[in-house]
């Protein structure tokens, strides 16, 4: 089975410009996260979608919005770049068939963007 | 809010030496905890897992406990190896919160042959 697949694998943007990530799961898993990883502020919660569903966001300004399509891939894009926007971006899938707490995530590989 | 507190490294050590990297958390509700491992260059991977008190998740020669009364979820290795080293983040998810996972700030670990 593949894994989380999430392209680009690098992506360099100028501020001001807007960027678009895309994220495929795992055959069959239903939720995608996205999580954002910096060096100051570690991993932090983006946003959860669950059958073309946001079923969750966390505390980032509207710049960032995400969706998810019928076959469960998901994109986020992220409006006029600022320089702090850079960072990995993080996907995950799970099956999510209950919505448990003791769920395993899968991650991908993430997607290095640098905002110059 | 949930938070997670973890010791901040770079944690390095020698091989075959024995390896503990502190864990505590906060949750509104009754959280699972995990621990997950990221190696260079590639995205997090789930190390192991407890959903409730007193509760050992272990893999790779790798364990943690699940402490309630401590609110921790401490990783011991008894004999680190070279490939061990990778950053380690601890985590929760609670369902009172959204159910999102939470995570700490991430533990470098170097092991020197």
């Known amino acids: 089975k593949a894994g989380v697949t999430q392209t680009p694998r690098y992506l360099i943007k100028t501020r001001g410009q807007q960027v678009t990530l895309s994220c495929s799961p795992i055959?069959?898993?239903?939720?995608v996260s996205w999580y954002q990883q910096t060096p100051g502020q570690g991993l932090q919660f983006l946003f959860e979608y669950f059958s073309e569903t946001q079923r969750n966001k966390g505390n980032f300004p509207g710049r960032f919005s995400g969706r998810q399509f019928s076959n469960s891939r998901s994109e986020m894009n992220v409006s006029t770049l600022e320089l702090g926007d850079s960072a990995l971006y993080l996907c995950?899938?799970?099956?999510?068939?209950?919505?448990?707490?003791?769920?395993?995530?899968?991650f991908g590989s993430g997607t290095q963007l640098s905002v110059l | 809010g949930d938070s997670v507190t973890q010791m901040e490294g770079p944690v390095t050590l020698s091989e075959e030496a024995f390896l503990t990297i502190n864990c505590t958390y906060t949750a509104t509700g009754y959280p699972s905890l995990f621990w997950y491992v990221q190696y260079p260059g590639e995205g997090l991977q789930l190390l192991l897992k407890a959903t409730k008190a007193d509760d050992k998740g272990s893999n790779k020669g790798f364990e943690a406990t699940y402490r309630k009364e401590t609110t921790s979820f401490h990783l011991e290795k008894g004999s680190v190896q070279v490939s061990d080293s990778a950053v380690y983040f601890c985590a929760l998810r609670d369902w009172a919160a959204g159910n999102k996972l939470t995570f700490g700030g991430g533990t470098r670990v170097l092991v020197k042959p």
């Open positions: 055959s069959g898993h239903r939720s």
């Open positions: 995950a899938s799970s099956p999510s068939t209950g919505g448990l707490t003791n769920e395993k995530l899968f």
